[in-house]
């Protein structure tokens, strides 16, 4: 049956006025949909059609006596479930995926003659799978960790993947050295800890030998590390690739994709604590975000680098571990995509779906980054041993929309029943059929860009990725004074988990005094270790001293506080006005408005009308917010200051930085918690408060507040 929500647009473009091929796109798109099973008005049945009578007794030689192998409805059902299960992916294991569509904002032919980039007014279906990487399938969302930022586009001429990450560079330069970054920081062998997290010997042992690693380890030590919300995501393809026009001009790209909901993270302590009270944190919040109707946007753009320029920078395009600083190489905005629906189904579309960098379309090449060329073949390899069998390509999830008749047969899990009598080419018997297409400016087959190479084969690491420590730096120089204090205590907290002390000290003295002595002294201290000498690597430094786009102070998106939390506290005798003068208010920008009672029995106003709560303070700890409201309502006011839950509440949103009004006699209440009224802790009720809340939600954090919230207990 089709899907009921037609939110999403999951047509391609109107049939008649293309090829054959492109005109059948709309018809694919619904058999793609027709898969989606609908099991209302139906009578439970075997797999093989036969109905059922009785789904609760297995067939018994008598009420009491042993079960009977003839039994075939009970040994189906049986099988089927000690079958469910299939490996889970060996990295970015933990992942959560919604539907959506790409638009572009116009044609870029120049840039590319991919097809959709071509019109706005063409829609593509996109798939798109958020993950961290160290955790298994049912970890904590909110760990420490790179996010997988993956994102499928369903185009007319075929998939093409993007497999980027919510950080622009990576650990290692070279495939060859990715199993053994991943062995060091997944569990360790022995003992299987920690899950999620690389505050651990051998991560840090590994890091510590590998100083190419050192850029992506700031990123990973940085706030980037801990997002607020998969919402609030930068994302990047990381590696340099081409983009190729119809007259075969490349351009190498750098992809980004940019959040319109702002580029923002949890504090660290938040972060450890919704690990434990909401696992699924982020999963739940885009789910809940899309099925609200809030879809999350984020705009697609690319640094363009013509081929003559591919030396001009003090860094070689092809080392995945550098950025192209966007002072240097503004990124040009191509088009939105907007995720606005969920998937009916984890297992069949989040869990099955298969990306792999090495699908593209004509109009988009791979550069030599050795990195990127090792991922090309990993992806389909790990596919065959997680989804049984090179057949993957047709699970409805992973299925292009464009058609892809070849020759290719049989094997596990074949669903396509091949008509023709030849599966070769050339052939005469089926006609010749399916045919190759020339490679064309427009709708031809895949050419690959003819760089010309004249080189030796050999194993060596090419002296243009030998500065390892130079964009560390800049990294480090562009935080604001804020975000250095999170990373050195992001360092002083991983490396005080560490059990050997060689190598903390290898880390503070021959990795961290590379990048910035006072940061190895500052982590040296918390660690106990003796202050560090300047390192003893000559750093070129980079051709900027700063880059104020990495800094997420500066990426506070577009949206305002659509879609943020608030919650609304209330106990018995609320001023059942106050409740709705917030709500109006507050909701009037777009925010989502949750009210939390006591317990989650309805409340009594202060005129005696029944309150529904959304849920109890309890149940929804303030971690879960950007912000908090406490109405007006004397008997209510003090009921919380007698409430040791919503004083924690409370004095915990506090030290979170988050913003905080009550109404105007609630300053009583903030008053005896003892915290002094700032630019985002404020009380009163008229349209001037209303405005300070919004502005200090907007800004996510009253960073000013630091300091004084040092003094409230965790
Ligand atoms: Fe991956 N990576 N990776 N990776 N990666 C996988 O493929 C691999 C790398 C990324 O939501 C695996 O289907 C190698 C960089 C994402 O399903 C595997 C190398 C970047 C996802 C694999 C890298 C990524 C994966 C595991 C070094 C950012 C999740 C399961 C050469 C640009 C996709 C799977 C999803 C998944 C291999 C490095 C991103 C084993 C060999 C760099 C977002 O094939």
Same mark, same amino acid.
């Given at each position: 049956?089709?899907?009921?929500?037609?939110?999403?647009?999951?047509t391609s473009e109107a049939a008649g006025t293309q090829t054959p091929d492109r005109a059948n796109t709309n018809a694919k798109l619904q058999s793609l949909e027709d898969v989606r099973s609908d099991p209302t008005g139906q009578a439970l049945r075997t797999n093989q059609g036969v109905r059922i009578a009785d789904n609760q007794n297995t067939l018994k030689a008598g009420a009491r006596g042993p079960s009977l192998l003839e039994d075939f409805i009970m040994r189906e059902k049986i099988t089927h479930f000690d079958h469910e299960r299939i490996p889970e992916r060996i990295v970015h294991a933990r992942g959560t995926g919604a539907h959506g569509y790409f638009q572009s904002y116009g044609c870029h032919?120049?840039?590319?003659?991919?097809?959709?980039?071509?019109?706005?007014? #063409?829609?593509?279906?996109? /798939?798109?799978? /958020?993950?961290?990487?160290?955790?298994?399938?049912? =970890?904590?969302?909110?760990?420490?960790? +790179?996010?997988? /930022?993956?994102?499928?586009f369903y185009t007319d001429e075929g998939n093409f993947d993007l497999v980027g990450n919510n950080m622009p560079v990576f650990f290692i330069q070279d495939a060859i050295k990715f199993p053994d970054f991943v062995h060091a920081v997944k569990p360790e062998p022995h003992n299987e800890m920690p899950t999620g997290g690389s505050a651990h010997d051998t991560f840090w042992d590994f890091v510590s030998l590998v100083p190419e690693s050192a850029h992506m380890v700031m990123w990973a030590m940085s706030d980037r590390a801990i997002p607020r919300s998969l919402r609030m995501m930068e994302g990047f393809g990381i590696h340099t690739f081409r983009l190729i026009n119809a007259e075969g001009v490349a351009n190498f790209v750098k992809f980004h994709w940019k959040p319109r909901q702002g580029v923002h993270s949890l504090l660290w302590d938040e972060a450890q604590k919704l690990a434990g009270k909401d696992t699924d944190f982020q999963r739940r919040d885009l789910w809940e975000a899309i099925e609200t109707g809030d879809y999350p946007e984020w705009e697609l753009g690319v640094q363009i680098v013509p081929e003559a320029d591919e030396h001009k920078f003090d860094f070689d395009l092809l080392d995945p571990t550098k950025i192209i600083p966007e002072e240097l190489v503004p990124v040009t905005p191509l088009g939105k995509m907007?995720?606005?629906?969920?998937?009916?189904?984890?297992?069949?579309?989040?869990?099955?779906?298969?990306?792999?960098?090495?699908?593209?379309?004509p109009g988009?090449?791979?550069?030599?980054?050795?990195?990127?060329?090792?991922?090309?073949?990993?992806?389909?390899?790990?596919?065959? @041993?997680?989804?049984?069998?090179?057949?993957?390509?047709?699970?409805?999830?992973?299925?292009?929309?464009?058609?892809?008749?070849?020759?290719?047969?049989?094997?596990?899990h074949q669903h396509v029943v091949h008509k023709g009598r030849a599966s070769y080419e050339p052939n005469s018997i089926d006609g010749g059929w399916p045919k190759e297409t020339p490679a064309g400016p427009q709708d031809g087959g895949f050419e690959s860009y003819q760089e010309r190479i004249d080189a030796h084969k050999i194993r060596e690491r090419s002296e243009s990725f030998a500065d390892h420590?130079?964009?560390?730096?800049?990294?480090?120089?562009?935080?604001?004074?804020?975000?250095?204090?999170?990373?050195? #205590?992001?360092? @002083?907290?991983?490396?005080? &988990?560490?059990?050997?002390?060689?190598?903390?000290?290898r880390e503070v003295n021959e990795i961290l005094a590379n990048i910035d002595l006072q940061l190895a002294a500052a982590v040296a201290a918390n660690l106990g270790l003796p202050a560090p000498k300047a390192g003893?690597?000559?750093? &070129?430094?980079?051709?900027?001293?700063?880059?104020?786009?990495? @800094?997420?102070?500066?990426?506070?998106?577009?949206?305002?506080? #659509?879609?943020? &939390?608030?919650? +609304?506290?209330?106990?018995d005798g609320v001023?059942?006005?106050?409740?709705?003068?917030?709500?109006?208010?507050?909701?009037?920008?777009?925010?989502r408005i949750l009210v939390l009672g006591p317990t989650s029995?309805?409340?009594?106003?202060?005129?005696?009308?029944?309150?529904? +709560?959304?849920?109890?303070?309890?149940?929804?700890?303030?971690?879960? /917010?950007?912000? +908090?409201?406490?109405?007006?309502?004397?008997?209510?006011?003090?009921?919380?200051?007698? =409430?040791?839950? *919503?004083?924690?509440?409370?004095?915990?949103?506090?030290?979170?930085?988050?913003?905080? *009004?009550? *109404?105007?006699?609630? &300053?009583?209440?903030?008053?005896?918690?003892?915290?002094?009224?700032d630019k985002g802790l404020l009380a009163g009720d008229d349209q001037k408060a209303v405005d300070a809340f919004v502005k200090a939600v907007e800004g996510h954090r009253v960073w000013e507040r630091e300091a004084a919230a040092e003094a409230i207990p965790a």
């Open positions: 049956m089709p899907s009921k929500k037609t939110d999403a647009p999951r032919a120049e840039l590319s003659k991919a097809g959709f980039l071509q019109d706005p007014e #063409k829609i593509t279906p996109v /798939f798109v799978r /958020f993950s961290t990487v160290q955790g298994p399938r049912g =970890s904590g969302d909110t760990v420490r960790d +790179v996010r997988g /930022f993956a994102v499928k907007v995720l606005n629906r969920n998937p009916d189904n984890f297992f069949a579309e989040t869990e099955q779906v298969a990306f792999c960098p090495g699908h593209i379309v988009i090449d791979f550069t030599n980054d050795p990195l990127l060329q090792g991922r090309l073949f990993s992806y389909t390899d790990t596919q065959i @041993s997680r989804l049984g069998g090179p057949n993957f390509h047709q699970i409805p999830i992973n299925h292009p929309v464009a058609p892809n008749h070849n020759n290719q047969r049989d094997a596990m420590f130079s964009q560390a730096r800049l990294f480090f120089e562009s935080m604001s004074e804020t975000e250095q204090q999170h990373i050195v #205590k992001a360092y @002083s907290f991983e490396l005080g &988990k560490v059990e050997r002390e060689h190598i903390r000290a003893t690597v000559k750093v &070129k430094g980079s051709q900027l001293k700063q880059s104020p786009a990495l @800094s997420q102070m500066n990426h506070l998106g577009d949206v305002g506080i #659509k879609g943020r &939390k608030i919650a +609304v506290l209330v106990a001023d059942g006005g106050s409740v709705d003068h917030w709500r109006k208010a507050l909701e009037a920008h777009s925010a029995a309805p409340v009594k106003t202060a005129d005696g009308q029944m309150l529904a +709560v959304d849920a109890s303070m309890e149940g929804m700890p303030s971690v879960m /917010f950007d912000g +908090v409201v406490v109405p007006g309502g004397k008997k209510a006011l003090d009921a919380l200051a007698a =409430s040791g839950l *919503a004083k924690h509440f409370l004095l915990e949103a506090y030290k979170h930085l988050k913003a905080i *009004a009550s *109404a105007a006699e609630g &300053k009583s209440l903030i008053d005896g918690l003892g915290l002094k009224m």
